[in-house]
Nanobody, 124 residues
Framework: QVQLVESGGGMVQAGGSLRLSCAAS????????MGWFRQAPGKEREFVSV????????YVADSVKGRFTISRDSAKNMVYLRMDSLKPEDTAVYYC?????????????????WGQGTQVTVSS
């Protein structure tokens, strides 16, 4: 049984930083991507970033490029999202997810497993 558990969310002022963590268990994900998505109230779930578990190749959405960095620690089965220069519009529930094998996917339908989410609130 695959389990993804996010942590590290919280409340921060604009311009601040947070690091989200995602602990993965239940199987190995060599050819899969580990992604981060976010969902604000009343909005669609939005792609943030994805990293390939084996190679470390990554892709970041334009909306967060230069501010957010994704990384992984294969030995610990952990994926991280470092968020700097946070803005009020970054406020959302952030989810980590495991994609199907293959490309670095950016759409939720290509993701098979999801965590429960962690709230990030950025005040102005």
């Amino acid at each position: 049984q695959v389990q993804l558990v996010e942590s590290g969310g919280g409340m921060v002022q604009a311009g601040g930083s947070l690091r989200l963590s995602c602990a993965a268990s239940g199987r190995t994900f060599t050819s899969h991507g580990m992604g981060w998505f976010r969902q604000a109230p009343g909005k669609e779930r939005e792609f943030v970033s994805v990293i390939r578990w084996s190679s470390g190749n990554a892709y970041v959405a334009d909306s967060v490029k230069g501010r957010f960095t994704i990384s992984r620690d294969s030995a610990k089965n952990m994926v991280y999202l470092r968020m700097d220069s946070l803005k009020p519009e970054d406020t959302a529930v952030y989810y980590c997810a495991v994609s199907e094998p293959g490309n670095l996917y950016t759409t939720p339908s290509n993701y098979q497993y999801w965590g429960q989410g962690t709230q990030v609130t950025v005040s102005s």
